[in-house]
């Protein structure tokens, strides 16, 4: 060991934090679980993806013969390698683990880690409220809602400008060169920019509430750089004001909004739209999108990839936070970022052979627009209903009119999406493959 050189001095500012996971971890190759243990550690490294590792006292080690093979890491240590064996399939050198690691790391002796694009790894959460169901969660996961809310609760730097950093804070790349196939998608999705338009807006005229959001993308903006709200005051009134923001990242505009605030009023009429009769939440799938934290469950499965299922072109879709963020901007901005979610997949479904899989891989696709009216106050901690039917596809459009309703029936917000879903003009992987291809 004394042969290993350890980077820690040479590289200040590198991290290497060792998370405990509060649910179980899984390894499994199909059917045969490889590992299992409610003691995992995440593994957090600048300029990597995430790592799961198990105690290895609650690893399978009759599937695994110990090789040869040694690497070194110079913030870790020098690695050991054991290949894998399940009936007639073998994995070489699979797994790993540190016998002997760095101080800074020491918290790794005792564990092993699985090559997640080799064999499948899964976080495993129970839902107490639901039976002891568990919500499986495909790792590495993006992140947490907690991540999330961070990164749209965009701070104010100076003025009408708002900032949200990179994720991870420093990105990937800072320390090392990072080729594009080990990096996850970097596109930050539409509805993320309409919400931190609105926090952004709601910043700037304290007193008022924000009623209505409408915004443009002209650009696609990444999560591995920073990025600046720009806010314009349009006009303040006492009743109602207009801000219109600018998303720019790298001095290049990104999207473009109107957001309208208001000081509110008194009913003079009330009415609204019913909401549909479909299964409760805990009566629906759950579905991972990788966010852990918020809880997405869809009226009969409908959001998958399977090429041969069909139906109408629209979605039901049940969300909500386990924890609540502080005031009612942040809440509906949260509400506002799931609004681009469905529209395409909902407008995939009566077609056979099509589906969201094909997204940023064979077919180009993404949300061109998003208008969205906010009508009673949320709490994203209790369940609302995504309503969202996709009523035109074709010409390489796809407009979707959607609803949101609070679980007690209340209509919270309204709102419409254009987007694009078209062939790819170009090969994909020559505008960097799944990570930034839209």
């Not at 957090?44 to 590792?53: A, R, V």
């Not at 998303?247 to 739209?273: I, M, N, P, S, W």
């Not at 934290?293 to 959001?303: E, F, H, L, M, Q």
Request: some cysteine; charged content about 25%; proline content about 7%.
């Amino acid at each position: 060991m004394a042969s290993v050189a350890s980077a820690w001095d040479r590289y200040p500012g590198y991290a290497v934090d060792l998370v405990p996971w509060e649910g179980r971890g899984r390894a499994r190759l199909g059917s045969v679980v490889l590992a299992e243990s409610d003691a995992c550690v995440i593994v957090k490294e600048s300029d990597h993806q995430d790592q799961l590792y198990f105690p290895v006292a609650d690893v399978n080690w009759e599937h695994f013969t110990k090789t040869d093979e040694h690497t070194v890491c110079p913030f870790k240590g020098e690695a050991d390698y054991w290949s894998l064996t399940v009936g007639e399939t073998t994995e070489e050198n699979v797994a790993w683990s540190y016998p002997q690691p760095f101080p800074e790391v020491a918290g790794l002796e005792g564990h092993i880690g699985f090559y997640a694009h080799r064999v499948e790894l899964e976080f495993l959460e129970a839902v107490p409220e639901d039976d002891g169901a568990e919500v499986v969660y495909p790792f590495p996961v993006w992140g947490t809602a907690e991540d999330l809310t961070r990164l749209i609760d965009v701070d104010q730097e100076s003025g009408g400008r708002f900032t949200s950093p990179s994720y991870p804070d420093p990105p990937l790349g800072t320390f090392l060169d990072i080729p594009d196939h080990r990096r996850p998608r970097q596109v930050i999705e539409g509805g993320h920019l309409l919400g931190q338009a609105i926090v952004a807006a709601s910043k700037t005229v304290p007193d008022q509430r924000v009623v209505s959001a409408s915004m443009v993308f002209t650009r696609a903006a990444r999560f591995d750089a920073d990025l600046a709200v720009e806010v314009d005051m349009l006009r303040r009134g006492r009743t109602y004001s207009t801000v219109q923001t600018r998303t720019v990242q790298h001095e290049k505009l990104c999207a473009v909004g109107l957001v309208l605030l208001d000081r509110g009023a008194d009913d003079v009429y009330r009415g609204a739209a019913s909401m549909p009769d479909v299964p409760s939440p805990l009566d629906c799938p759950l579905r991972d999108f990788g966010v852990i934290g918020r809880d997405i469950r869809v009226v009969d499965g409908a959001y998958n990839s399977d090429p041969d299922e069909v139906g109408p072109a629209e979605l039901h879709v049940w969300m909500r936070y386990r924890n609540r963020p502080q005031g009612p901007a942040l809440q509906a901005a949260l509400l506002a970022q799931a609004t681009t979610h469905y529209t395409i997949a909902a407008s995939m479904r009566p077609h056979r052979g099509i589906t969201e899989a094909q997204a940023h891989v064979t077919l180009s696709t993404g949300p061109m627009s998003v208008d969205i009216a906010f009508h009673e106050e949320a709490d994203v901690a209790d369940w609302h209903l995504y309503e969202n039917p996709a009523v035109y596809a074709g010409k390489g459009q796809v407009q979707g009119q959607g609803r949101i309703f609070a679980q007690d029936g209340r209509l919270v917000a309204t709102y419409s999406v254009h987007a694009m879903v078209r062939s790819f003009d170009t090969d994909p992987n020559r505008i960097g493959g799944y990570t930034s291809a839209m």
